[in-house]
């Protein structure tokens, strides 16, 4: 089946940008059927959607975030990526990439494990 | 602050029913819009456990059911269990002035 798997850096300096890489195994980021989206968590608290991409590149932000957000896809990897810059504290916490099944509205199924990013000076 | 309200927490004896609600408004549930249910067991991602406010994904026992309707939706627990101890999740979509998909506020389901 399906996985999905986070990396990148832990620990990103106040201001600088976030960079996270999504690789997904077990079935093709290249499909007409999903899109994949990024999903974070702040330490103890609730989900917060953050965009997603579909393979053809098009893209769907989180208003609140959409200044500063980039996600991009590397088919020929299997892995989509996101950029968030001009991190502050409030952009600590665990995020995760997800498949989004397409309905209305999509529902995200599965998850990557999550990658745990901390911002500070 | 999330546009989907849930309490913050919920708790029943093994074998007791309990259930769940997630609350929205005319711009999300109400407008239309799908709820899905989400359980995230303590130190986990989160798993899918109903999409389209009521259908179970296989490998997804039926004590777990989902109901929608008007501008709210509700997650029922039957029979609880020891391992049904999780964080629960509502999601749909909000089409106001900043739409987006959104996630219910979350609640914590303690087994007594």
């Known amino acids: 089946q399906v996985q999905l798997q986070e990396s990148g850096p832990g620990l990103v300096k106040t201001s600088q940008t976030l960079s996270l890489t999504c690789t997904v195994s077990?079935?093709?980021?290249?499909?007409?059927?999903?899109?994949w989206s990024w999903i974070r968590q702040h330490p103890g608290k609730g989900l917060e959607w953050i965009g997603y991409?579909?393979?053809?590149?098009?893209?769907f932000y989180n208003p609140s975030l959409k200044s500063r957000l980039t996600i991009s896809v590397d088919t020929s990897k299997n892995q989509f990526s996101m950029k968030l810059t001009s991190v502050t504290a409030a952009d600590s916490a665990l995020y995760y990439c997800?498949?989004?099944?397409?309905?209305?509205?999509?529902?995200?199924?599965?998850w990557g494990q999550g990658a745990l990013v901390t911002v500070s000076s | 602050q999330s546009v989907l309200t849930q309490p913050p927490s919920v708790s029943g004896a093994p074998g007791q029913r309990i259930t769940i609600s997630c609350t929205g408004s005319?711009?999300?549930?109400?407008?239309?819009?799908?709820v899905h249910w989400y359980q995230q067991l303590p130190g986990t991602a989160p798993k899918l456990l109903i999409f389209?406010?009521?259908n179970r994904p296989s490998g997804v026992p039926d004590r777990f059911s989902g109901s929608k309707s008007g501008t709210s939706a509700s997650l029922a627990i039957t029979g609880l269990q020891a391992e049904d101890e999780a964080d629960y999740y509502c999601?749909?979509?909000?089409?106001?002035?900043?739409?987006?998909?959104?996630f219910g506020t979350g609640t914590k389901v303690t087994v007594l």
């Open positions: 997800a498949r989004d099944q397409i309905s209305s509205p999509n529902w995200f199924d599965p």
């Open positions: 077990g079935g093709s980021i290249n499909s007409a059927d999903y899109y």
């Open positions: 991409i579909y393979y053809t590149g098009s893209t």
């Open positions: 005319s711009s999300n549930i109400g407008a239309g819009y799908d």
């Open positions: 389209r406010n009521t």
């Open positions: 999601q749909s979509y909000d089409s106001s002035l900043s739409s987006s998909y959104v």
